[in-house]
């Protein structure tokens, strides 16, 4: 289902439907429904975005009166003489490409175990799932912020063990960071459902054809369940690397806004907010903001470029 | 398994039990989850708030926040997604593509030029900015109803076309009984989207009278004074409550919506 979903995911248009419009039913009923859309696509999304394009060129602070035209100045800054912007970007790029991976796969692995018919899957689902939902609040970073603390849970148990402890978790740059990754594959609830989908669809004769022809476990992942996978893998794998990109509340959160220590934490989007919300850089952080949306866009289109080479549709096969 | 799901659980385990530790406690004691003295000292002086705010003020502005959201962002988006899914207009395929890549926009792409306009309209401190985008619907809760009107046979809308019934009759009195399963899960994921949320109401409310329960919290834990880690647990535990409880009443429904549309972080 979600595999075909993603892909041809469009509104139908039934031979019935058509013929109607040939006989020239009016058009009006269709865009009147989808008229709220519409207009808060215009509203809030199209004429924001084209508004940050222009103020991307001014220097812009809300206290004064008029955006002030700068040319390209912005990202000439941005690109070279802002050392911090060049932080946010390498550690968002690393908690992307090291968060995301880490929680697919634990996702994948988890999803695995659990196809298996046991008793009480709906409560180990459950447990799963739960800190997936409660997992963006704030409530829960702020507790992230405890675990990992000088005095927090992690230390109490490393020293309970009888491992070195009293490591400043967050105070130091080379873990601060996989904090907030931890928390992030701590999250890994919703892809694992829907690879749990994904894995049912997969049909129990392929796996008895595979042992009939002495596939061992390994091979039998890796020649039918992975292949058979990839759609979903391609599908989660989108969606987590744009939440990858847009990560905020736990990193502001675990600093304090700052993004410390030595801004490791400074994610993009926390840098943006520094920008524009704490030093009113209005017309820096719109430049800022268009840079990231180029980024997702490439990135986006990079990915989905890419499935060409790996990702396997059995449809296509039949 | 059960070790593992124990594992996963345990941070939130953690969190609860702490909430009951006193102050002797609360960092002599960080690895036991069973609190040698109960106490419910934490919760009083939480909820109190600061200032002259307490906790009460946070709870009913999240929920008055996430309770108007989630109906005008699930009302709205049933009716254009019956319209993407029921309707045949020119510039609908565009419209669609349109509407699905803004799933993949950044908040951030257009949140400055947004918080621009309403400044300067006045509407800081208010829930307006929060509120007025929800009109529009959004495509996350577009795409999944829409997903399950086409489930519905068009026979039905025939019937009622031949009955008499006009598109807007189709769906009141066709679709919207039978999409009941879908805006049930849609408007839990509504909730909870809006319930933790954070950037929005962290910029646009400025008055502690007005703060919903993540701005709030954000603000307890301010490192500028001597931070009341205890009362923070309480808090923090509190404000998990509304997520808990519709978890536990609505599971069926979640992991529902989550397995046909499964968009969510």
Redesign the interface.
């Known amino acids: 289902m979600i595999t075909n979903q993603f892909r041809t995911a469009r509104p139908e248009t039934g031979r019935r439907e058509r013929r109607r419009v040939r006989l020239g039913e009016h058009h009006l009923a269709g865009y009147l429904f989808i008229a709220p859309w519409l207009i808060g696509f215009f509203a809030f999304t199209f004429i924001p975005i084209a508004a940050s394009l222009v103020l991307a060129f001014t220097n812009y602070n809300i206290l004064s009166p008029l955006p002030h035209w700068i040319g390209v100045r912005n990202f000439e800054r941005m690109f070279s003489h802002d050392p911090r912007y060049w932080v946010s970007v390498r550690q968002t790029f690393y908690f992307a490409f090291t968060s995301v991976p880490l929680k697919l796969a634990f996702a994948l692995a988890l999803a695995m175990l659990m196809t298996a018919p046991r008793r009480l899957v709906g409560v180990y689902r459950a447990a799963y799932y739960l800190p997936s939902i409660v997992g963006a609040n704030v409530a829960v970073a702020v507790m992230w912020r405890q675990i990992f603390g000088t005095d927090g849970v992690v230390n109490a148990v490393l020293a309970a063990a009888g491992l070195p402890a009293h490591t400043s978790w967050l105070g130091n740059p080379a873990t601060a960071v996989w904090t907030v990754i931890a928390l992030a594959v701590w999250e890994f609830g919703s892809p694992m459902l829907i690879f749990l989908a994904g894995l049912k669809q997969i049909p129990a004769e392929l796996y008895e054809a595979a042992a009939i022809d002495g596939a061992g476990v390994l091979a039998r992942f890796t020649r039918v369940t992975f292949p058979l996978l990839t759609p979903i893998i391609f599908f989660n794998f989108v969606v987590q690397m744009i939440f990858g990109f847009t990560v905020f509340t736990s990193a502001f959160i675990i600093s304090n806004g700052t993004g410390s220590p030595l801004d490791t934490l400074l994610f993009y989007p926390l840098y943006l907010y520094q920008k524009g919300f704490r030093d009113f850089e209005m017309g820096y952080a719109a430049a800022m903001a268009w840079v990231l949306l180029v980024v997702v866009a490439l990135l986006t289109a990079l990915i989905f470029k890419s499935s060409r080479y790996w990702v396997f549709y059995a449809q296509e096969e039949a | 398994?059960i070790g593992?799901?124990?594992v996963?659980?345990y941070?939130?385990i953690?969190?609860v039990a702490?909430s009951f530790k006193g102050p002797s406690e609360i960092?002599t004691n960080?690895?036991s989850l069973i609190p040698k003295i109960p106490t419910p000292e934490n919760y009083v002086r939480g909820w109190a708030g600061f200032g002259s705010v307490t906790f009460a003020t946070f709870y009913k502005n999240s929920f008055l926040y996430a309770g108007i959201g989630t109906i005008l962002t699930v009302g709205?988006s049933a009716?254009?997604a019956?319209?993407?899914?029921r309707?045949?207009?020119?510039g609908?395929?565009f419209?669609?593509?349109?509407?699905?890549s803004?799933l993949?926009?950044?908040?951030?792409?257009?949140?400055?030029?947004?918080?621009?306009?309403f400044?300067k309209l006045g509407w800081l401190n208010t829930f307006l900015p929060l509120l007025?985008?929800r009109?529009?619907?959004q495509a996350f809760f577009?795409?999944m109803i829409?997903?399950f009107i086409?489930g519905i046979p068009?026979e039905l809308d025939?019937a009622a076309a031949i009955d008499g019934c006009?598109?807007v009759g189709i769906?009141f009195r066709v679709i919207l009984p039978l999409i009941t399963p879908v805006l049930v899960a849609a408007a839990i994921f509504s909730f909870?989207?809006t319930?933790?949320d954070?950037?929005s109401p962290l910029?646009y409310l400025n008055d502690p009278k007005l703060y919903t329960?993540?701005?709030a919290?954000?603000a307890f834990?301010?490192?500028a004074g001597a931070t009341d880690?205890g009362a923070?647990?309480a808090?923090?535990?509190l404000?998990?409550v509304p997520?808990f409880v519709i978890?536990v009443l609505f599971?069926r429904y979640?992991?529902q919506g989550?397995?046909?549309?499964?968009?969510?972080?």
């Open positions: 398994m593992f799901g124990l996963m659980l941070p939130l953690w969190l702490s960092w960080v690895s709205s009716v254009v019956f319209g993407f899914a309707t045949q207009f020119v609908r395929q419209w669609f593509g349109v509407m699905m803004t993949l926009l950044p908040v951030q792409v257009q949140i400055i030029p947004q918080y621009i306009v400044t007025l985008p009109f529009g619907g577009i795409f829409m997903q086409r068009a025939d006009g598109k769906f909870y989207f319930w933790g954070f950037f910029i329960i993540s701005v919290l954000r834990a301010d490192p880690w923070i647990f808090m923090s535990a404000s998990l997520v978890f599971q979640l992991v989550i397995s046909t549309t499964g968009l969510r972080g």
